[in-house]
C-alpha cells in the first residue's frame, strides 16, 4: 500500500509555471504507474498526464500536450508534474493517483487504487 501527498499547488497569471510534487510513503512506488488528475466543481476528474513506473514511458491528455511534462525520482519516492504556459482552464483541483499494474498508464480514474487529496491549482486572467 502507497500514500500519497501532493503539494506546489498556488494561485498563479496566466502564462505562469508550477510544478507540483507527489510524495509517496509506503512500498512500491517503484513499480506503479503514477498519474495526474484535475478535478473542476460539476465535472468528472479528468486524466491530465501519466508516467510508466520507470519514467521511461509518459503520456498526457490533448489539452496539456506540448505545455506540461511529468517525470518521477525512484529513490525520492516522488513524481513531479511540471506545468508551463498555464492557462485559465488549468484551474482545478489536482491529484496523484497510483496503479499497482504499472503498465500501461491508463486514462481512466478506475484503473488508480491510490490517490493524494489534491492540490489546488488556479490560473487568472
Known amino acids: 500500500q502507497v500514500q500519497l501527498v501532493e503539494s506546489g499547488g498556488g494561485s498563479v497569471q496566466a502564462g505562469d509555471f508550477l510544478r507540483l510534487s507527489c510524495a509517496a510513503s509506503?512500498?512500491?512506488?517503484?513499480?506503479?504507474?503514477m498519474a495526474w488528475f484535475r478535478q473542476t466543481p460539476g465535472k468528472a476528474r479528468e486524466f491530465v498526464a501519466g508516467?510508466?513506473?520507470?519514467?521511461?514511458?509518459?503520456e498526457f491528455a490533448d489539452s496539456v500536450k506540448g505545455r506540461f511534462t511529468t517525470d518521477r525520482d525512484n529513490t525520492k519516492k516522488t513524481v513531479y508534474l511540471q506545468m508551463f504556459s498555464l492557462i485559465p482552464e488549468d484551474t482545478g483541483v489536482y491529484y496523484c493517483?497510483?496503479?499497482?499494474?504499472?503498465?500501461?498508464?491508463?486514462?481512466?480514474?478506475?484503473?488508480?487504487?491510490?490517490w493524494g487529496q489534491g492540490t489546488q491549482v488556479t490560473v487568472s486572467s
Open positions: 509506503g512500498r512500491g512506488f517503484s513499480s506503479y504507474t
Open positions: 508516467v510508466s513506473w520507470s519514467g521511461g514511458n509518459t
Open positions: 493517483a497510483a496503479d499497482q499494474g504499472g503498465w500501461p498508464i491508463y486514462t481512466d480514474p478506475e484503473a488508480y487504487e491510490y
